[in-house]
């Protein structure tokens, strides 16, 4: 006996339930999203929050706007100067900003709002972590090579400009521990122990802040740091 075909207000009826599914599924899922500010597009970014599915791609628009990424700070309760611009030319440094309370010795240098954006959520999500994980012991300071130097990629005569040159970068060298451990990159790079696996954890975990982090892995001239910057020419290096 042949099947009867649904009838138009059935077909209407099973249309209207689906939308209604829909706009359920929908507006649980906005309701998520509200309380899950770091994984939704169009929450502004506070670095308090855990990293999530939106956080890379909000730091990477703040490469290209200073005042968007110096209210983060403010909104995210970290410390910092606004220092006046200074330079000229492919040293211009319009964007100089000094973070207050971050462990950097033997100075906090400024740098620009990204890469101070870029390094609060290093230290948090993982330089403290992996310190207190793999090494037992609380993070005491973070020993740098520098930021600023006028200069091309590799000191040459010509070439592409360093993002040193603005101070978009930034070298780290060891790391001290509230302990009295000093882990660095040169002495403890090559291994297998705890020093190395922590090593290689904060420069993994630089991936995900930084446009470029790279370690001994990637040349002999990053043998003794780890250089980190915020170079919007780049989808992403991280060697």
Known sequence: MPRTKPNRHYRAARLALAALVLLAAAIAGWQWLQSHPEHSPWAPLDLRDPPGWATRSKLIA???????CRAVLERSDIAFTALPATGKGACARPDRTQLGDYPLTPD???????????????????????????LGSDLARIEHLGAFSCRRMYGGADGPWSEHATANAIDIAAFVLDDGRRIS????????????????????????????????????????????????????VCR
Do not use: M
């Open 108 to 134: 906090t240098p400024a740098v620009t709002c990204p890469v101070a954006a870029a390094l609060a959520l290093w230290r948090r999500d993982s330089v403290a972590p992996a310190a207190r994980n793999i």
């Open 62 to 68: 703040l490469r290209s706007d200073v005042t968007e």
């Open 185 to 236: 990159v040169l002495g403890d790079w090559d291994g297998e122990g705890d020093k190395a696996t922590f090593l290689r954890a904060v420069r993994d975990g630089a991936c995900g802040s930084f446009a470029t982090v790279l370690s001994p892995d990637y040349n002999a001239a990053h043998a003794d740091h780890f250089h980190l910057d915020q170079d919007d020419r780049w989808a992403g």
